[in-house]
């Protein structure tokens, strides 16, 4: 007798006492891991926030635009580096002390 190609698989194994258990198969999860790629980009804004707000806005501008002018790994991490509208906010909310 054949199993379907869809129909769930399951592991047979032992337990501790002899006894045979069978569980399902945990399928590999498909497609892109978002969740992942959010919290990479997630840390990225956290990382240049809590930077800028450090060294000053002035200082982070320069040490970009020093960046910019480097090598073609330089200048793709001054591009992901560089404050958007909102970081910015965040960098003078964090300075000023959220008033």
Known sequence: ???HPH???SLESFNHDGVEIARRKRRAPRG???GHFALFALTVVAF???LASQ???ASYGAKMA???EGSRIERVA???MTL???SELMVSALQRGFR
Request: glycine content about 4%; charged content about 10%.
């Open 1 to 3: 007798m054949t199993q």
């Open 7 to 9: 129909a769930p698989r």
């Open 32 to 34: 892109l891991p978002w």
């Open 48 to 50: 240049k926030v809590f």
């Open 55 to 57: 060294i000053g806005l």
């Open 66 to 68: 020093q960046l910019a």
């Open 78 to 80: 001054a591009f992901a």
């Open 84 to 86: 958007d509208p909102v």
